[in-house]
Each structure stands twice: as structure tokens, then as C-alpha cells.
């Protein structure tokens, strides 16, 4: 090939220009058509977004709570023995621990023998009750023949047929007589008034034989709370060791019930605008991801969480700053279809399904009004048999 010869022609070259047009073409169409329906998107997909954005009210400041009884002994003492060990299973009744139980054994013998120390007396005091009455009988019997005789030798005295001797004797035997009859009186009504003022009352009845079975009693409770016991189902915790000694009232473990879980789930006030009793509730716990939970909400809080702390805020003096606050809402877990575990402070994430819808505004109401009317209309046009 000489320097003089034309070069080839390349691709390019020979092209009438048809290929670039036709993308230019097909830019300006899809141009086009972002233009006029991406601005048409992002106002129904903000439409909806503002529609429904009002009817879930979500919360990761949840978490779950069951039952927890601290478990104190009725009774002071040293603990004997612990039947349980820490994170087991008890069931409600089941002994955790028991004290040592000799001086509860002890003060329940002394009880018991007080008891029929008591009902003894009483059984006396009835008996003596008895005698002295009889006493009584008797006495008044002497009293009134030594009245008799004494009015007798008075007569035979005025006579001059007795002796001054013989009529003083005569008196002195009355006297003695009727006082016998008052020492006896006074008797009787003491041991009446230790009877409680009916000699025939049952033993049973008595209130002195009612005290002493109350002590009997009483140290037969205090021998059996000995053996302190689980409230309900659930898993000891903070189980003790032998050998401590421990005062009534004071906690000494605790018992966390496994079943009847539910969630404390805290919102914020403002998120609370539309939440009722009873709406469902979804609930995610962090330990599963993965799995859900349904709910529903039982009840909110009549008062606010720092309504509860040891130093509630005190806004009426000093500087004030506004802070949400925010309000304990109680969730029932409906479902355990996955049989997992829930423990006590496991950290939950909960979402209300609220039911509330935002309206639209006037222009956009108005126009749902009427495609829905126009809706309505060719549906009972299709449905309407021909004639």
C-alpha cells in the first residue's frame, strides 16, 4: 500500500449516525418517564407512609417480667437443711429449706402439757366448786339450828331456867355459825368467778383453757413454718447455705415463677395518643432472633415511672426543663407456639397495632370519595342481570 492509496473505511465511518440517535431517543424517553412518574411514586409512597404511619407505636425500652416472691421464714432460727439448689424447678408447696426444729418441738410440748395443766385446774376448781356448795348447804343448816337454840335459851334465861353461862355459849355458836356461812358465800363466788360465772360451762369453753389451746396452737404453727415452703411454680434463686442463722421476716431467697410471664414495655407519653386495652401487640425478644411473639396490652400505668422513684422531680421549684416522660404499659403474651423460654429482664422490642389511620386531607378525601363511588357503581353495573 503506497502513502497515496486511501485508508479503509472503519464501522464508525460507514454509520449514517442512526445508533446514537436512537439512544438520544431512548434517554429522553425514560427522561420523560422518571420525570412524570418518579414525582408521581414519591406522592403515594408518601401518601401511604402518612396514612398508616400513625397506627404502629413501637418500643425498645421493654422487657420481660414474671412473678417474684422473696422467700422469709415465718419463724427465727438456724437453718438445718436446704432441699433445693440454685436455678431448680419447685413446685408450689415444695419445702426450700427448714430450720433447725428442736426448740419449736420443745415449745410445742410445753404447750401441750400447759394445755392440760389448765384444763386440771379447771376440772378442780369445778369440783371445788361443788364442795364448797355443799359446805355451804351445810352451814346455813347450823346457822339456822343455832339460831333456833339461841332464841330457845333466851326464852329459858327471861324464865330463870338457864344460866347466863349457857345463853352467851348459845350466841357465840350462832355467831360463829352465821359467819361461816359468809366465809363460804365469799368462797363460792371466788371460785365461780374463776369459773367465768357458769360453773356448768364445758372446760372447752372456758377462757383460760381457750388461751392455753391458742399457745398449743401457736406452737404447733410456728413447729411447721419450721419448713419454709414455695409460694407457686417456679426456679429457686439466691438459694442459702446451711447453718445461717435467720430472723422472721428478713428475705432469704427467692422464688421466680415460670409460667405467666408478661412484658413491661415503657412508651414514651406521646407514643400513647391511641393506645387502649386490648389492641395486639407484636413482641421480639433479642435472645430469639428470628421468632415473635403476639400479645395484646392489659393495662397502662395510671402514673408515670419517676412517679415511683425514691426522688420523684419536684417541678414547682427551682429551674425547669420539659422531659417525655414515660409510662409503664403492661403486654400479655397470647402464644407460646415456640416453646422457648421467656426469663425474667429479657430485653424485648414490642410494636402496637394502634388501628388508628391518619385522615386525608380535604382534596385527596374528596377524590378517594369519588373514585370509590365510581368504584361502587360499575360493580353494580356488572352485577345487575341482562334483560
Known sequence: ??????????????????????????????????????????????????????????TENAYVKADKALISAQVSGPIATVTVKENQPVSAGAVLFRLDETPFKLALDRAKARLQEVRSDLEALKASYGQKHQELRLAESN????????????????????????????????????????????DLARILANLDGDAAMPVEDHPRYLEAKAERDQAALDLQHAAVRAPFDGVASKTPEPGVFVKAGDPVMSVVA???????ANFKETQLTHVHPGQ????????????????RVTSISQATGAEFSILPPQNASGNWVKVVQWIPVRVAIDNRSQDLPLRAGMSTEVTVDTGYQRPLPGAVARVASWLDELVRVSQAKDDTPPS
Open 1 to 58: 500500500m503506497s502513502d497515496t492509496d486511501p485508508l479503509p473505511e472503519q464501522p464508525w465511518e460507514t454509520d449514517d449516525g442512526a445508533a446514537p440517535a436512537a439512544a438520544a431517543t431512548r434517554r429522553r424517553t425514560l427522561r420523560r418517564v422518571l420525570l412524570t412518574a418518579g414525582p408521581l411514586v414519591v406522592a403515594l409512597v408518601s401518601a401511604y407512609l402518612y396514612y398508616t404511619g400513625g397506627r404502629y407505636v413501637d
Open 143 to 186: 346457822a339456822a339450828y343455832a339460831e333456833r337454840e339461841f332464841h330457845r335459851q333466851s326464852q329459858l334465861a327471861h324464865k330463870g331456867l338457864t344460866s347466863q353461862e349457857q345463853l352467851d355459849e348459845t350466841r357465840h355458836r350462832f355467831d360463829v355459825a352465821q359467819k361461816q356461812v359468809g366465809v363460804l358465800t365469799q
Open 258 to 264: 415460670a409460667r405467666g410471664v408478661w412484658i413491661k
Open 280 to 295: 395486639s401487640v407484636t413482641v421480639r425478644v433479642d435472645t430469639y432472633p428470628g421468632h415473635e411473639w403476639h400479645g
